[in-house]
């Protein structure tokens, strides 16, 4: 999986990236699902382990244009885990009270604590991206955001917390196609916004934002992914093995128990 990761420094741009890339499975979408189903096997045993050992804090971050499958991959990658464990937060349009603070404010308070998983849907990131495309802050404001950002996140990964950070990259064709199909379904309908429109009309700024996104702040204690979600398979394969990967990383132990429990019967 380090092919998907974006090394420190490295100028990305997103075009050399093949959004419908499987190669990484051969047998293709049968053996990717049950590559799956192996993974999610392994997430829950780890997570048990990461919730037991109350040390760890695992954060992951869902970035993606509209459509790219971010809260489907909530739905396929975590699943498997414990909910007393694992936390979704989702950061829309800011509160007037979230706006009269600084932007990491809000974010602050939803990063996970001992023994837990936070994923986020959607996070900081889309203050340098829908901000800087829509001109919602001087430039000024928003071009000291990625040091910021760096820092920030340094902070978190300094006090215990691992990061991994997913960009989920479909490209435009794809999006069309997904767009149409919320039209089309009675179910998916109250997805579709009106205003999805109009950022799918700046998708080009949308695609540089998100390349300085990916060349400014992927580092060592906080590293992009760049996930090819074209296939949503796929992209539910990449980034289970990368977790499962990170967590393995950590040697999680079961915590010790008290002592002489073997003579301790239950009446
Ligand atoms: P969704 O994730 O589809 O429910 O939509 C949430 C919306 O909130 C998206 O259109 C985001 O661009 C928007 N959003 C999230 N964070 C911010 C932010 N900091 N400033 C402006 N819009 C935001
Ligand atoms: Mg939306």
Do not use: C
Request: hydrophobic share 35%; no cysteine.
């Amino acid at each position: 999986m380090k092919t998907y990761r974006v090394s420190p420094g490295k100028k990305v741009s997103l075009r050399d990236h093949d959004a419908s890339d499987t190669s990484l499975v051969e047998g293709g979408k049968r053996d990717g699902e049950a590559r799956l189903a192996k993974l999610g096997a392994r997430l829950e045993e780890l997570q048990d382990l990461l919730y037991a050992g109350h040390q760890h804090k695992l954060l992951i971050v869902l970035q993606g244009m509209d459509t790219a499958g971010k809260d489907g991959a909530i739905r396929k990658v975590f699943d498997s885990m414990d909910p007393l464990g694992i936390r979704v937060a989702s950061f829309k349009v800011p509160t007037e009270v979230e706006l009269d603070h600084d932007f990491l404010w809000r974010v602050h308070q939803q990063v996970p604590g001992k023994g837990e998983v936070v994923v986020f849907n959607r996070s900081h990131y889309e203050d340098v991206l829908v901000v800087r495309v829509r001109d919602l802050v001087p430039k000024k404001v928003w071009r000291e955001r990625y040091d910021q950002i760096n820092d920030f996140e340094k902070l978190l990964a300094e006090t215990g917390t691992t990061i991994v950070k997913f960009f989920l990259h479909i490209d435009r064709d794809e999006q069309k196609e997904r767009l149409q199909a919320r039209l089309d379904d009675p179910a998916k309908r109250w997805k579709f916004r009106k205003g999805d429109l109009d950022d799918r009309k700046l998708w080009d700024d949308y695609q540089a934002a998100y390349e300085d996104v990916l060349s400014r702040t992927s580092t060592k204690w906080a590293p992009w992914y760049v996930v090819p979600a074209n296939a949503k398979w796929y992209r539910n394969v990449v980034i289970s093995q990368v977790l499962v990967d990170t967590l393995e990383g950590l040697g999680l132990k079961y915590p010790k128990a008290e002592e002489d429990l073997d003579s301790v019967r239950v009446d």
